[in-house]
Every structure is written in structure tokens, then in C-alpha cells.
């Protein structure tokens, strides 16, 4: 079964940048489905970003031309670029990998931005 651990959070100003990195291993990561999701205190966990095994992208109206989420299967990892970063994108960032008979979470990272 795949395992997938991520990694890049950390402390950030307002408008600042972070890569997050969602590495896989134990399966053929190229045909899992990748959901980046974010859970703040207090809140549920969201959706952020997803991408499929067919590269078909989606991201949450909060996060739409600040966040990008690539693929890249030969390294079997799947990266969040957060640029112009919020103090309301700071929540702990966990990755999904999905098919129809599998569903595995990572551990996450956290991500904070302030000032």
C-alpha cells in the first residue's frame, strides 16, 4: 500500500512562499489521485488543491492563483507551490492519496503565516 509523508512547512510573513512536498512510496504512485487539504483549529479539514492520475487539476475559490499543486511521477511526489501566503492559509497541510480501494493520509505539516 502506498505511504505518503509530507514536508516544506514551516513560519512565513504575509505574502511569502513555500513549496510543500508530498512524497509516496510502496505502490505505483502515478496512478493515485492527490488532494493537499489544510485543518485549522477549530475547523474541519478542507480541500485545498487535488490533482489526478490524468493530471486534472482542482483548487479551493480561497486558494485559486495562490496555490499550485504539480506532479512529478518519476520522483513520486506531488508539490503545493503557496505563493502570496495569508495569515488564513496558516493550518496544519495533509496529503491524500486516493484510488478507488485505497485511501492514505500523511502525518502533515505545519504551516503558519505571520507577521
Do not use: H
Not at 505511504?3 to 496512478?31: D, K, N, T, Y
Not at 488564513?88 to 492514505?104: G, M, Q, S
Amino acid at each position: 500500500q502506498v505511504q505518503v509523508v509530507e514536508s516544506g512547512g514551516g513560519l512565513v510573513q504575509p505574502g511569502g512562499s513555500l513549496r510543500l512536498s508530498c512524497a509516496g512510496s510502496g505502490s505505483i504512485f502515478s496512478i493515485y489521485t492527490i488532494g493537499w487539504y489544510r485543518q485549522a483549529p477549530g475547523k474541519q479539514r478542507e480541500l485545498v488543491a487535488g490533482i489526478t492520475s490524468g493530471g486534472r487539476l482542482s483548487y479551493a475559490d480561497s486558494v485559486l492563483g495562490r496555490l499550485t499543486i504539480s506532479r512529478d511521477n518519476d520522483r513520486n511526489t506531488v508539490y503545493l507551490q503557496m505563493n502570496s501566503l495569508k495569515p488564513e492559509d496558516t493550518a496544519v497541510y495533509y496529503c491524500n492519496a486516493r484510488t478507488i480501494a485505497t485511501d492514505r493520509w500523511g502525518q502533515g505539516t505545519q504551516v503558519t503565516v505571520s507577521s
